[in-house]
């Protein structure tokens, strides 16, 4: 994944979430993906997005979550603009533009203000857990769980997730000779513009590379390639479930049974037009801390982790 100017790409890490095998780590990715898509309560997504930071805090990726939280703002502060500037459904004004065209009367609202805040803080969970995600499950294990529904599909996943960090390694040699002709740093958009198109022109030879090497290698044909072998069929049979997955497969069940009781309980109703309609109850405070709960606790077991 990309963030800022470089390139994240997962690496295993002493820590409980990369202890756990990558379908569960995906899982339990997801009951948090679905949870920040079914709350809406500001004080709840804001507790999943702390109860996130500190996940990531402990899976040793603080630093890549902060980095990541920094471009999350450049794009929620858009958000925001766009939703104040374009929503007519409030009906507490707290600015007027004026008459503005074929856009009608522009009047500012709370509820706009408020209601964009809230997507906003959504569209930042959903990238910070994203980057949880990729950062923390091993996309390789991942992929051979797909390999039984789809050779061919997991074997292209697989190569393309291989082939990105080989992209920014090549475009990152080609900027740096590139600088180092003269006069091209004062080409600005043109010399962008050429980079990508030696990046672009590199990976569609690679392509043909690998293309034909798979080929010689018979894996057109070969249907016993499609399978496992018994051998590695064993071995994923024998291979015991630890505690690591049983902990944050216990979370993401929970964080998801909390999230809907969540929604339909009322503790964390919200609703932004008309008016704000946003309660905060002890319900509330006590969703929060169990959504907290439930994340951080699978990473508090760091037995047989530490080195």
């Known amino acids: 994944m990309f963030t800022g100017a470089q390139p994240f790409f997962y690496r295993r890490l002493p820590s409980p979430l990369h202890a756990a ?11 948090l ?4 898509l079914v709350l809406f309560h500001p004080l709840v997504l804001l507790a999943l997005t702390l109860a996130v930071l500190g996940a990531g805090l402990a899976a ?47 009047d500012l609202t709370v509820e706009a203000l408020v209601y964009g805040t809230v997507i906003a ?18 996309p390789d294990e991942l992929l051979r769980a797909f390999r039984r529904l789809s050779f061919r599909s997991a074997l292209t996943a697989s190569l393309s997730t291989r082939m990105i960090p080989l992209l920014a390694a090549d475009s990152g040699r080609m900027a740096e000779a590139q600088r180092t002709r003269p006069g091209v740093a004062q080409a600005g958009t043109r010399a962008r513009v050429a980079l990508l198109g030696a990046v672009i ?38 291979r015991p479930w630890s505690r690591h997955d049983i902990a944050f497969s216990c979370s993401a069940v929970a964080i998801l049974v909390l999230a809907v009781l969540g929604r339909l309980g009322g503790v964390a109703s919200f609703q932004a037009y008309p008016l704000v309609h946003m309660p905060v109850v002890a319900g509330t405070f006590a969703l929060c801390a169990a959504l907290i709960a439930a994340v951080l606790l699978p990473c508090a077991d760091r037995r047989g982790i530490d080195p």
């Not at 095998?21 to 009951?31: D, K, P, S, T």
């Not at 993906?33 to 920040?36: D, E, H, L, Y």
């Not at 004004?93 to 856009?103: C, E, H």
């Open 21 to 31: 095998r990558a379908g569960v780590g995906a899982v339990w990715a997801l009951a």
């Open 60 to 106: 040793g990726l603080a630093r890549q979550l902060t980095r990541t939280l920094r471009t999350a703002a450049i794009v929620a502060v858009p958000i925001v603009a766009i939703n104040v500037l374009v929503s007519r459904e409030g009906l507490t004004v707290f600015a007027r533009l004026g008459d503005l065209g074929p856009f009608g009367q522009g």
């Open 33 to 36: 993906t679905a949870a920040a």
């Open 121 to 138: 803080l959504k569209v930042t969970l959903l990238i910070l857990i994203t980057t949880l995600a990729s950062l923390a499950v091993d």
């Open 201 to 238: 022109g590199g990976s569609l030879d690679r392509a043909m590379d690998v293309a034909a090497t798979l080929e010689l290698r018979g894996f057109a044909a070969a249907a016993a390639a499609r399978r496992p072998s018994r051998r590695s069929r064993a071995s994923r049979q024998t």
